[in-house]
């Protein structure tokens, strides 16, 4: 019976206890998992969980990274590539 009582006990503590906070917003700068072709569009970089950008890759020599609006992914192509 004693330990009907403690069980008891602890399942009303945890039944009570506050659940964990949502974890904050990420800071400005980027929205995490997006991509984005580095500023001389020689490769690419990716949003982290933090909210901040993070080195992804290079493109190949005589290519560019283009970005499509459309799917949100960069893409190495030769330098004059037109994205639709």
Do not use: R
Not at 29 to 58: E, R
């Amino acid at each position: 019976m004693k330990f009907t009582a403690v069980a008891f006990a602890a399942l009303a503590t945890l039944a009570t206890a506050s659940p964990h906070p949502p974890p904050p917003p990420p800071p400005h700068g980027c929205k995490p998992a997006t991509y984005s072709c580095l500023p001389h569009d020689n490769g690419w970089q990716v949003c982290s969980t933090a909210g901040q950008w993070v080195f992804a890759g290079n493109c190949p020599p005589k290519t560019i990274c283009k970005f499509d609006k459309e799917n949100g992914s960069p893409y190495c192509v030769p330098p004059g590539f037109t994205i639709p």
